[in-house]
């Protein structure tokens, strides 16, 4: 299984009015849900998980990276990303087990301190 994890600092989004929170999350499943055919599942902390159960065709990793791509490139997601990961389960059998990347590192990108 892959997933993507997303947390963003709403209040800030929020109070600054720069972007539309609406906006950002709209983006975020035109990224995951449509292009990279993901599913979405919403946490009681306000964290996003995009997930793949498994692969669909020999595209899809592929398709998850441009979408994760795509979105670190946002200035919306840059100033406003609390936590922004990247796990997958194929380097185990455990399905709980997941390798993370840790995308806001990877990209250096600053998290918010509001």
């Known amino acids: 299984m892959r997933k993507v994890e997303v947390a963003l600092n709403e209040n800030k989004i929020k109070s600054e009015g720069k972007y539309s929170l609406e906006a950002i999350y709209n983006a975020l ?3 995951f849900i449509e292009y990279a055919s993901m599913q979405k599942q919403q946490q009681a ?3 996003i998980i995009y997930f793949a159960p498994k692969m669909i065709d020999e595209n899809h990793y592929a398709k ?3 979408a994760i791509d795509a979105c670190a490139e946002e200035q919306w997601l840059v100033e406003n990303a609390l936590k922004y990961l990247y796990g997958d389960t194929y380097e185990s059998d455990n399905p ?3 390798s993370i990347e840790d ?3 990877e990209f250096e990108i ?3 301190v509001y």
């Open 64 to 66: 998850i990276w441009l």
């Open 103 to 105: 995308i806001l590192e």
């Open 110 to 112: 600053g998290k918010s």
């Open 29 to 31: 499943d035109e990224s």
């Open 45 to 47: 902390d306000g964290t």
């Open 96 to 98: 709980d087990d997941y």
